[in-house]
């Protein structure tokens, strides 16, 4: 990520009468990457991808590609096309008509206009169906017809407003799948707009995660599940459980945390000082449930278990902690394990390892 930014948006502001959509936002987007735009409804993501289009046009702030201004320059003469969440295909044209269409308007050569429509037609795996029209084809087909009309042209940067979610959950991770092929073999950028945590998770090379207009925090899927910068990213992507403790001790990268009068050792990434009241987040699969409270040695908390949810690969927990909290806990089911179910009504102690806590 060392290179210039091919989209480069720099205080980006968007207000439409009273509602500011889009706050002063900052966001570098690199040749090649997938980049998802992930945030609840109303956060203004299709306002960023519209904007970026040309289809709207800018409160303040700037947007460049490849280092030149853009703002003032018309959808048309953007290296970008979209797929929108509502596919947007011309009804009375048949596949062919509508992936030709752009390049239509751009060129007359029938022959390569025929050469790239086919083309684009093998990359989608929609060869054999041109002659179709819409109605003729399932949700997923027309998914990928206007797939295929967006690249046709080989746009520098395909946005796409969840396009996924119109599909149904099986289809759904199949075109997951297809656009992950799609990207890496054409190799251009992808700017992918969801409010699906686990499809931006499984999908992206980085994920900024939107909140009222401006980004919480953009990283890889991992250090944004792993290494959440707040309460806002860490409840969005996924369950969480908050601890509240003091810090009593600090050293080097560590820290000592005193919760409910049991101090654990955790990471200490935020500099937290001696005094410092904290929470220490933990993902539902970070903790560990004994019988016994010494079984690891270290501190734990006791509880009792009051839901158990199999769930096939997974038994989650319930557990109302003695000292006050209800936290959520998965572990990984094992037939040959039965030691490791617990029933419900039963007394638990819960802890984890160092180093797999956030500490806020
Ligand atoms: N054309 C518009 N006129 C007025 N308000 C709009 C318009 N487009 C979007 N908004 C408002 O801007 C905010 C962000 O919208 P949007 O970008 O569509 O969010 P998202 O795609 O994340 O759901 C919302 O409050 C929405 O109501
Ligand atoms: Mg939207």
């Known amino acids: 990520m060392e290179s210039l930014p091919i989209v480069r948006l720099q205080g980006v502001t ?36 519209r ?13 460049s590609m490849n280092g030149s201004r853009l703002n003032g320059t018309p959808p048309n ?16 044209m048949t596949v062919f008509e509508n992936i030709a269409f752009g390049l239509r308007l751009k060129q007359s050569d029938k022959q390569a206009i025929r050469h790239q429509v086919s083309e684009a037609l093998d990359l989608v795996k929609l060869s054999g169906l041109e002659n179709r029209r819409p109605h003729q084809l399932s949700g997923g087909q027309q998914q990928r017809v206007a797939m ?15 396009p996924l979610s119109a599909l149904d959950y099986r289809l759904r991770q199949e ?30 090379d980085r994920i900024a995660v939107m909140n009222e207009g401006r980004v919480e925090q953009i ?59 904290v929470r220490v987040l933990l993902r539902p699969e970070d903790i560990q449930v004994t019988r016994d409270a010494d079984k690891n040695g270290g501190p734990a908390l006791s509880g009792k278990v009051d839901e158990v949810i199999y769930k096939g ?31 419900e009504g039963e007394r638990v102690h819960v802890d ?5 806590e956030v500490i806020l």
């Open 14 to 49: 968007k207000r439409f009468d009273d509602v500011c959509a889009v706050d002063s936002l900052d966001l570098d987007i690199y040749q090649g990457e997938f980049l998802t735009l992930l945030g609840p409804s109303g956060c203004g993501k299709t306002t960023v991808l």
């Open 51 to 63: 904007l970026i289009a040309g289809l709207e046009t800018l409160s303040a702030g700037e947007i």
């Open 77 to 92: 003469k953007r290296n970008v096309n979209t797929v929108f969440q509502s596919y947007a295909l011309f009804p009375h």
């Open 148 to 162: 295929a009309r967006a690249i046709v042209n080989k746009p520098q940067v395909l946005l796409l407003d969840e």
């Open 175 to 204: 075109m997951e799948i297809e656009l992950k092929r799609v990207h890496r073999q054409l190799g251009i950028t992808f700017v992918f707009v969801t409010h699906d945590q686990e499809e931006a998770i499984s999908m992206s």
């Open 219 to 277: 990283g890889t899927p991992i250090k944004i599940y792993e290494e959440p910068e707040n309460m806002f990213v860490a409840r969005f992507v996924g369950e969480i459980n908050v601890f509240d403790g003091h810090v009593v001790n600090v050293n080097n990268g560590s820290a000592v945390v005193d919760i409910h009068g049991q101090l654990f050792p955790v990471q200490n990434r935020k500099k937290a000082g001696t005094g410092d009241k």
């Open 313 to 343: 690969k997974t038994v989650d927990l319930v557990i109302s902690l003695d000292a006050g909290e209800t936290i959520n806990v998965t572990q990984f089911f094992n037939e040959d394990q039965e030691d490791l179910v617990y029933g």
């Open 352 to 356: 984890w390892l160092y180093g797999w």
